[in-house]
């Protein structure tokens, strides 16, 4: 079946500007995360969505940064307003439970860069 | 707080050969997973291996098993047979099952496998 998948693959930014990067989780799977990957920071967690409960909003760096999930699916994540430091790939992963012994599945990521 | 140590930032090894990546842990909860993801130069993440805090047996997967050690808090990886496929980052990962759901990552070893 069909991984996680996001969008765009890439994408290049002025600072300053607003960019929404878009993830696609595997059908069926109730958790739904983000996460970023930087040079200097690694793997940080952003926020997390379960279900239909409110999200874990405890990773987001700062107010610029928002996210929802429509219909329990698909997911956007918002940055207004971008900062060099901003520039990372982030990454969406999914899975069938918040304790799923499976891991959480990765998609491709979102390169993001602000110039 | 829970956190992640992966002591080795680079690693070599031989085709053919066993080779085990270190990963200890911190944590005060007494649920929590642990997991080994591979990141190629591709940029995905690949879930490799989990093991729950109360599984009594190691985990194994293929070539790759995971030797749980919970008083010493720590879960290496072993890669047994490297091919030069397994060239690549990998990162240890945990999720405590009551907190925070989201996986806490180390800061990865990369892996060299020479023909």
């Known amino acids: 079946g069909a991984g996680v998948s996001q969008s765009p693959s890439n994408k290049v930014t002025e600072k300053g500007k607003d960019v929404e990067l878009r993830c696609d989780p595997i059908?069926?799977?109730?958790?739904l995360y983000w996460y970023r990957q930087s040079l200097g920071q690694g793997l940080e967690f952003l926020i997390y969505f379960q279900g239909n409960s409110a999200p874990d909003k405890s990773g987001l760096p700062s107010d610029r940064f928002s996210a929802e999930r429509t219909g329990g699916s698909v997911s956007t994540l918002t940055i207004q307003r971008t900062q060099q430091e901003d520039s990372a790939v982030y990454l969406c992963a999914s899975s069938l439970g918040r304790t799923s012994g499976k891991g959480q599945y990765f998609g491709p990521g979102t390169r993001l860069t602000v110039t | 707080a829970q956190k992640i140590t992966q002591t080795q930032p680079g690693m070599f090894v031989q085709e053919k050969e066993a080779v085990t990546l270190d990963c200890t842990y911190d944590?005060?909860?007494?649920?929590?997973?642990l997991f080994w993801y591979k990141q190629p130069s591709s940029g995905e993440m690949i879930f490799l291996i989990y093991q729950g805090s109360y599984d009594e047996q190691n985990a194994t997967e293929g070539r790759y098993s995971l030797n749980f050690q919970k008083a010493r808090k720590s879960a290496n990886l072993v890669i047994s047979a490297s091919q030069l496929g397994d060239s690549a980052m990998y990162f240890c990962?945990?999720?405590?099952?009551?907190?925070?759901?989201?996986?806490?990552f180390g800061s990865g070893t990369r892996l060299q496998v020479q023909p």
């Open positions: 944590t005060s909860d007494q649920s929590y997973g």
């Open positions: 059908s069926g799977h109730t958790a």
């Open positions: 990962a945990m999720r405590e099952d009551t907190g925070r759901r989201a996986l806490t």
